[in-house]
Nanobody
Framework: QLQASGGGLVQAGGSLRLSCAAS????????MGWFRQARGKERELVAA????????YYVDSVKGRATISKDNAKNTVYLQMNSLKPEDTAVYYC?????????????????WGQGTQVTVSS
C-alpha cells in the first residue's frame, strides 16, 4: 500500500514536499517513482529512485528543481519540489517499480498510491 500526501496550492516560485508512505515489503524491495498527470495530458514520470537510494532519475523539466529521496526508517519516499511553476500543476502519484532499479515507465510499476493534487498559481 502506498499513501501519498503533501500536495496543495502554492504560488509560483514556492516549494512543496510530497511524501509517500509505503507498507509491506514494497519499500525495501523495489525502486520508487513519482509520476504526475496534468489535466488533459498523459501521465509522465517526474523522478525515480533505486531501492538503495543510490541511483536517481529526473525528467528534464524538473532537473535542478526537484529532489527525490527516501527514508528507510520511515518507509517513506519524498519529492521535494522547489521553484514551482504553473506547469507543475498536476496530480502527483507515487508508484513502486518491479525491480530494485528506478522505474522509468508506467508499465514497470506494480503498485500505485492514490495521488495528491499540486496546484501552482501564477
Amino acid at each position: 500500500q502506498l499513501q501519498a500526501s503533501g500536495g496543495g496550492l502554492v504560488q509560483a516560485g514556492g516549494s512543496l514536499r510530497l511524501s509517500c508512505a509505503a507498507s509491506g515489503r514494497t519499500f525495501s524491495v523495489y525502486g520508487m517513482g513519482w509520476f504526475r498527470q496534468a489535466r488533459g495530458k498523459e501521465r509522465e514520470l517526474v523522478a525515480a529512485i533505486s531501492r538503495s537510494g543510490g541511483s536517481t532519475y529526473y525528467v528534464d523539466s524538473v532537473k535542478g528543481r526537484a529532489t527525490i529521496s527516501k527514508d528507510n526508517a520511515k518507509n517513506t519516499v519524498y519529492l521535494q519540489m522547489n521553484s514551482l511553476k504553473p506547469e507543475d500543476t498536476a496530480v502527483y502519484y507515487c508508484a513502486a517499480g518491479s525491480s530494485w532499479l528506478p522505474p522509468r515507465l508506467e508499465s514497470e510499476c506494480t503498485n500505485w498510491g492514490q495521488g495528491t493534487q499540486v496546484t501552482v498559481s501564477s
